[in-house]
């Protein structure tokens, strides 16, 4: 197993992960009866926690930031790698 495949096999897990998030919010929309499209969710997803980090990212314990930090990161991942599908 070489770099690369590592970096993949990473990345498609914090795809999976931002997937998985948007899921549950779509899911939870869709018991009210509003659909929204996945690409919608996630840039939400990551607009949100960009906003969350910027304003009380100072005051967060260590491990709450990290995990806010992978949120963002998978969330990104999911939104890039659906992006990226939609022309195969």
Do not use: C, H, R
């Not at 840039?43 to 967060?60: D, E, F, M, P, R």
């Not at 806010?68 to 990104?76: A, D």
Request: aromatic share 6%; proline share 1%.
């Amino acid at each position: 197993m070489g770099v690369e495949e590592a970096f993949f096999q990473v990345l498609q897990g914090l795809s999976l992960i931002g997937n998985a998030v948007a899921y549950l919010i779509k899911f939870l929309f869709a018991a009210v009866g509003v659909d929204i499209p996945d690409w919608v969710i996630q840039l939400a997803t990551i607009i949100v926690l960009i906003i969350s980090l910027l304003a009380v990212g100072s005051k967060l314990n260590k491990i709450i930031l990290v995990i806010l930090v992978i949120l963002l990161v998978s969330s990104g991942a999911g939104l890039l790698s659906g992006l990226l599908s939609v022309g195969q």
